[in-house]
């Protein structure tokens, strides 16, 4: 098809439904996507977007080697342009690709209008990397057009599609560029679907990629994101209407719902974006993680153990801000080691929070136990088993309360431990959701530092007490740990950035460190396999993103 140039192009103005969709549930969805429509449509919106899957949900998954999930999906979307009017809404749904030899599906998007689907646009770019695997379910696109609405030509592209610019990365994962090939047909209005997954970081570079591809290509671009957490997946909304000079027109909220109504050609630039500071934003970020676990997994409480530390008071700010209060327990679980100011500092969190609070001491449990394992441990020093079973009758005590009053379990370790093996397994591991397993403990206590900034909320002995696990006397966690900065650091380095042992090295750390915390990293990954789902804030967290084996002989060496 051949486009003829336009001089003057008509104004349009965009409807962008920054929503929060629950996998699997169509009917909840669609209900959420059409009253957020009407809304647009009512604040004069003349063309909607909603977020890539929304329909369905993202990401589903081997849900979608379900027939009867793919049934559901299409026969929603049916449903949904029954109820769209005269202004077209484009939405994200899985399509059937009825072409062989190639994948079933396509990631596709949907333009509805007056009760009929009038257009269809699938995926070009499939993401395959990190916590994607699109690859295993969609084919690709070979071909895309731009779509014909008063007078425009409108590229419709979906999330990855529009980052492979050549421009702004200098390793492209792909040789097409799908905006490319749309304004060399004649698009004059980039819109964008997406559920592009956040960590910490990730809203300004999107935003700096986003300009960079209106700016030099010389199109307004409407980006419409999802928003919400689904299992260790959060979403920060952050949709944004760029003019064609890059500049920001609308920027939607950060970690919450939003419908925004731009005229991406007659609206004057807005003020540039002051981004909240990171412990803010990792505060919001893992409220809204736990809140949409909880809530969409059918639960309404929580349950954690409170040990006076920073990690379990961190996680119990974190749950109350998410659920409220008289939706939170914390529970203490003294043994012969705690200390008086463990127990303290855990009823003073309590209060300040206004949650339940139970002491609950585990030592009568100790030594039923310690007497029973006593002639099988004749003769024998205490060690790493004594210490643990303390961790695994705190595990036992949770998850009693847990099935006795249907509330999930919070765990409370954070990245540095996880990463380097020093957590329990069936003990502080215990529960059904990691919520600080991807916060390095420096990371944990600049958040904690930044909720005490106008009042004291977290105790200020939890903070700045040397960390403790008090599983036998005087432990501190320097006892077997590198101080959390550097130990942090060379995480940073090696998990995230993936560099070299020698590389860390060079940069100035002693290679006996080193070596120590790389070989702890390898052979404590067993444990991270049986860990709870963990919240992703981070480029490269443990999970879903990171798959390493377990029965592997290979060590670093260099």
């Known amino acids: 098809m051949q486009w003829l140039p336009v001089a003057n192009f008509e104004s349009v103005k965009i409807g962008i439904l920054q929503l929060n969709s629950t996998i699997g549930d169509f009917a909840a969805n669609r209900q959420k996507l059409v009253a957020a429509y009407e809304r647009a449509v009512q604040q004069d919106a003349e063309f909607v977007i909603a977020p890539e899957l929304f329909l369905c949900g993202y990401p589903p998954r081997d849900l979608l080697l379900r027939p009867d999930f793919l049934e559901a999906n299409l026969a929603t979307l049916a449903e949904t342009a029954t109820v769209v009017g005269a202004v077209p809404l484009c939405v994200g749904f899985v399509d059937h690709n009825p072409v062989r030899p190639g994948r079933a599906l396509f990631n596709s998007a949907a333009v509805l209008q007056s009760g009929n689907i009038i ?102 671009l409407v980006e419409v994101n999802a928003v919400g957490a689904n299992d260790e997946l959060i979403f920060d909304g952050h949709s944004v209407a760029l003019n064609r000079q890059g500049e920001v027109v609308a920027l939607g909220k950060g970690f919450a719902e939003d419908v925004l109504v731009v005229e991406v050609d007659g609206q004057t630039a807005a003020a540039k974006p ?6 803010e934003q990792l505060f919001r970020a893992l409220s809204l993680g736990i ?76 030594k039923a136990v310690e007497g029973q394992l006593a002639k099988v ?127 860390i090295i060079q940069r100035g750390f002693a290679p006996a460190i080193v070596n120590d915390v790389i070989n702890k990293i390898t052979f404590t990954e067993y444990k991270r396999r049986q860990a709870a789902p963990g919240l992703k804030v981070s480029p490269r967290a443990f999970g879903m993103g990171r798959r390493n084996p377990i029965a592997q002989r290979f060590r670093a060496t260099r």
Request: hydrophobic fraction near 40%; glycine fraction near 6%; charge should be negative.
């Open 119 to 220: 257009w269809r646009q699938s995926k070009s770019l499939l993401p395959t990397y990190d916590v994607f695997d699109e690859d295993r379910y969609f084919e690709p696109v070979k071909t895309t057009a731009p779509f014909a609405f008063h007078g425009r030509r409108l590229g419709v592209t979906i999330c990855e599609d529009i980052w492979n610019d050549e421009d702004f990365w200098a390793d492209r994962r792909y040789r097409r560029d799908p905006v490319k090939e749309l304004i060399a047909q004649g698009a004059d209005l980039i819109l964008n679907l997406s559920a592009s997954p956040w960590h910490v970081g990730k809203e300004q570079t999107r935003l700096a990629m986003l300009q960079r591809v209106a700016r030099d290509e010389g199109v307004p």
């Open 274 to 279: 002051n981004w909240p500071v990171k412990e």
């Open 291 to 366: 809140r949409d676990y909880v809530q969409k997994c059918g639960f309404k409480s929580v349950v954690l153990g409170l040990s006076g530390g920073i990690d379990s008071a961190l996680t119990a700010v974190l749950a109350v801000d998410a659920l409220g209060a008289d939706q939170v327990m914390g529970v203490s679980m003294p043994a012969r080691y705690s200390s008086r100011g463990s127990l303290t500092d855990a009823e003073v969190l309590a209060k300040n929070l206004g949650i339940r609070y139970e002491v609950i001491p585990i030592e009568p449990a100790f």
């Open 377 to 503: 441990f004749a003769g024998m020093k205490p060690n790493e088993a004594e210490e643990n079973l303390q961790s695994r009758l705190r595990g036992v005590t949770l998850m009693a309360l847990s099935n006795k009053f249907g509330s999930l379990v919070l765990t409370t370790g954070n990245k540095s431990e996880m990463a380097v093996g020093y957590c329990t397994l069936y003990g502080d591991m215990c529960g059904a959701l990691a919520v600080i397993a991807d916060v390095f403990k420096t990371e944990v206590y600049g958040v904690s530092r930044w909720i005490n900034r106008d009042r004291v909320i977290i105790p200020t002995d939890s903070i700045t007490k040397p960390p403790s696990a008090e599983l036998r006397p005087d432990q501190k966690d320097q006892d077997s740990l590198p101080p959390y900065e550097v130990l942090d650091a060379i995480l940073q380095h090696y998990v995230v950035e993936h560099l070299s042992k020698a590389d």
